[in-house]
DNA sequence: TTTACTGCAAAAGGTTTGCATGGGT
DNA sequence: ACCCATGCAAACCTTTTGCAGTAAA
């Protein structure tokens, strides 16, 4: 079992909720992989081991994985969000193809100094932030 | 006349597309005010002053107005996109409060140095990005 | 005259929800 | 025993699309 199945299960019991099997079954598949992922795709990874898990439960519990800050929406695309394991990774940034689809992860040294800044100048207490460049990769310039 | 008409039409000529009052009016409207809008809300004040403008034509319009440069996602909330307009501006960067919603606009000035190194690093040619941030603004921290 | 553009209404597709059943505590 | 969570299917809502009429060029 990840520990991230455990992290969760702590994040719901203090919420009163309860540790079902789908919940595991969704948190481990999160984590077998480093990927980005969308609801389609999680479904169809749990269906093809064998999971019985349904996208109504997927859709319920996206939003206390959220919550709980193992995941982070990174971008909304083809008309759906998509979604990114977030914990034991430090926060990094996408670099996309416009092209190719191809994703760069980059971490931006600079990003803690504005964030303080900004904290500093208007009161804020900031939690979270995304960073996100596109462009076109190396190969794909001058394919169009 | 504002001057982002002019752009757009334009662009849309250089395409091989139309000049129409639909267009021109979407645009003036995008830019009557410096806010960030959603189809809806710029469908409502289009009708409000009188503009027979469909929502299809805003929805087949915009994909036309991003790629000519004029307006940018800015990012996907309750169940739609949000845009903001682009031109005249330099590109800023926005930070929101999660508990009352304000948006403060900024400027990271340390991005040009990362998007420089990333250029080299990975050959690859940036033409855009995106910086948000998220948490509680001053007076709504403690409010919950 | 050609054919892109529009409005309308229907369709599409992702996400949410009502309901009855099942299962965690 | 209580009531939260699930699966299913229907509902919902934003966005897209087919169609017939209209108007740029």
């Given at each position: 079992m990840g520990k991230e199945v455990g992290l969760f299960r702590t994040f719901m019991s203090r919420k009163g909720l309860r540790k079902t099997p789908e919940r595991d079954q969704i948190i481990e598949e999160i984590f077998a992989t480093t990927d980005h992922f969308d609801v389609d795709g999680l479904y169809l990874r749990l269906r093809q081991k064998g999971s019985k898990v349904s996208k109504a439960s997927i859709y319920r519990n996206i939003p206390l994985i959220l919550e709980c800050g193992?995941?982070?929406?990174?971008w909304h695309e083809d008309g759906h969000m998509h979604y990114e394991a977030f914990y034991g990774q430090a926060p990094h940034c996408h670099l996309r193809c416009l092209q190719c689809g191809q994703v760069i992860e980059f971490f931006a040294e600079d990003l803690e100094k504005t964030k303080k800044r900004l904290e500093n100048q208007y009161g804020y207490k900031i939690l979270d932030h995304r960073l996100d460049m596109k462009g076109y990769c190396s190969k794909c310039q001058g394919n169009f």
């Open positions: 193992l995941i982070k929406e990174v």
